[in-house]
């Protein structure tokens, strides 16, 4: 027996107000969907209610008989477990994980389980990143929840995989691409929750070197009293992002996310296109070339006289003129009694 997800409410009223009128059994299609009420028929006696069934049972049409209060035990139960997997495999999307578990996680629902795990892998770049979904049925209803996931990074040698253990608060928490983000040692801009019960927002970054008595990596936080301000800055360099709003508020959003962001730098540079993330901990961000070499940032920043990359380029690639050559002897004597008064 299924009742359609918009026939709920219409059948849920209907049962229970042929209760209050003292019919006490149900009869209904046993194959077909229940669509409407009107696939419904209610008795007081359940002689009645299966001479209905005998009379309209054939060889194409069969119904069965059943207690009204035992039917809508059976499908407040069944509207509360097909809510619950629709609200998990929204969460699903929403943490990354797409709707590839979908099957397996309504099978293990429907069999109603205490607990059971999920298991997916996830291409990065040259790495992969295993996942192991843990969801648990609460102990006063049906409801299931997804408490934590298991994420394990694969670098290609052994003695270079990462895991760690992040776990789940009403649906939101670190998202399998933040994962994999943390576990590369990036850091990932999050809202939280104190054991108080406040909201703040602040930059977590995972310490390899310490963790808990169940071997977690230790958090390291970096909120707004820090001292971090990601815009501020990205506006020492000149990122030609950054002068379209839009895409500006899209590289912000990326780099909160701990993704290594690829920018242009203004004016264009041979070297073609730039790699960036931010570096909280140190209140900067680090500057990557095309083939992923780490760059000096004071070579890209803005110069403190106001004058642009662009502007520091054009005079090293200006010619010497005429009267620069003819001004240079002289110059290199000043130079060289300068430095002999000394």
Request: one cysteine or more.
């Amino acid at each position: 027996m299924e009742v359609t997800q918009n026939a709920y409410s219409e059948v849920f009223d209907f049962l229970n107000k042929q209760l209050i009128d003292g019919k006490t059994w149900l009869v209904h299609h046993s194959t077909d969907m229940i669509n409407s009420i009107s696939d419904l028929h209610c008795f007081s006696k359940a002689s009645d209610a299966r001479q209905f069934e005998h009379d309209n049972t054939s060889h194409f049409d069969r119904y069965c008989t059943k207690r009204i209060k035992t039917f809508l035990r059976t499908l407040k139960s069944t509207h509360m477990n097909s809510q619950n997997l629709e609200f998990l495999q929204t969460n699903l999307k929403y943490f990354g994980f797409g709707d590839k578990l979908n099957d397996d996680l309504k099978k293990n629902i429907e069999a109603q389980k205490a607990e059971f795990q999920l298991k997916i892998e996830i291409p990065h770049f040259n790495n992969k990143m295993d996942y192991t979904l843990h969801f648990k049925k609460s102990n006063t209803s049906d409801m299931y929840f997804f408490n934590r996931y298991d994420a394990g990074l694969k670098n290609g040698k052994h003695e270079n995989d990462k895991a760690h253990s992040f776990y789940v608060n009403k649906g939101s928490g670190i998202t399998a691409k933040e994962a994999f983000n943390l576990l590369e040692g990036r850091s990932v801009y999050k809202d939280l929750v104190s054991k108080e019960g406040e909201k703040y927002s602040a930059w977590v970054k995972l310490d390899f070197e310490n963790t808990d008595k169940k071997g977690n990596h230790l958090l390291k936080q970096f909120s707004e009293k820090y001292g971090f301000d990601l815009g501020k800055t990205l506006s020492n360099y000149p990122i030609k992002e950054l002068q379209d709003p839009e895409q500006k508020k899209q590289l912000i959003s990326s780099l909160n996310k701990g993704n290594v962001q690829q920018v242009s730098m203004n004016p264009e540079s041979k070297e073609g296109k730039f790699y960036i993330e931010a570096i909280p901990q140190f209140k900067n961000i680090n500057v990557y070339d095309s083939k992923m070499h780490l760059l000096k940032r004071q070579s890209l920043q803005n110069q403190n006289s106001g004058k642009s990359l662009s502007t520091s380029q054009d005079t090293l690639k200006k010619p010497m003129q005429k009267k620069d050559l003819d001004e240079q002897p002289a110059k290199q004597k000043q130079t060289r009694k300068r430095k002999l008064s000394v």
